[in-house]
């Protein structure tokens, strides 16, 4: 497909046992995942205060054929954490978005967390010209309560916290919640879902937008045409 960043792929490694969200980014339970940087980011950050902020963001993903263990590692600055409730704009904080879509045929999960926590939901097509979300449906609190999610930052930071700041956020997917959205999945093992990861802080003193896979000159993460490759091993 035109436009389709081929050259962003990653290969989501098989584990016998997923690492606990408490593990830490060195911890030997990640070992075998390979890690993606988020390393493309909009002109429009990097043009304001000297693009002087394109924090340094990894991540990490493991599977074991019923759930994803996804791990994040920022070294951030002017960091802000306000929203703590499930459904909140996290994306205004300093916040990670992992955007998935497991079939072509189906829409795709918005996963976003800002360092303290997540709101998200599935989003079934992409966005109007308007920027508003032609259609969605937010997954119930029961349903999201099977994620099991594990931040490194534990304090609300209501003013931006200036310095730098390294945090981690990793979390474990059950396969069954998208398949209560996207339908029955199957083996993981030697599926192409279409994925892409971001990093943004809307509201900071130093706003800022990265990506994975590119997203063009639209500053928009809603583009799933342009999503990069994830293989299961």
Request: glycine share 6%; hydrophobic share 40%.
């Amino acid at each position: 497909m035109a436009g389709r960043p081929e050259s962003a792929r990653y290969i989501v490694r098989r584990a016998d046992l997923l690492p606990k969200p408490s593990a830490a980014w060195n911890d030997p339970a990640w070992s075998r995942a390979e890690t993606l940087t988020i390393a493309r980011f909009h002109a429009r950050g990097t043009s304001s205060h000297g693009g002087d902020h394109t924090p340094l963001t990894q991540a990490r993903l493991l599977h074991d054929e019923r759930a994803l263990a996804v791990i994040f590692h920022v070294e951030d600055r002017y960091v802000l954490a306000r929203n703590t409730a499930y459904q909140s704009p996290t994306h205004k904080d300093s916040c990670v978005e992992f955007f998935v879509r497991p079939r072509p045929d189906r829409g795709y999960f918005n996963f976003e967390f800002n360092a303290l926590g997540t709101p998200l939901w599935y989003v079934e097509r992409p966005r109007r010209p308007d920027g508003s979300l032609e259609q969605y449906t937010e997954i119930p609190a029961d349903l999201a309560s099977t994620i099991a999610v594990r931040a490194s930052l534990t304090e609300p930071l209501l003013q931006v916290h200036p310095g730098p700041l390294l945090w981690t956020l990793s979390y474990r997917i059950p396969l069954a919640l998208l398949e209560a959205f996207a339908g029955p999945l199957g083996p993981l093992s030697g599926q192409t879902w279409r994925a892409n990861f971001y990093k943004c802080a809307d509201d900071s003193s130093h706003p800022h937008w990265g990506s994975w896979a590119d997203i063009g000159e639209r500053l928009d993460f809603h583009q799933p045409e342009r999503f990069g490759a994830i293989v299961f091993e």
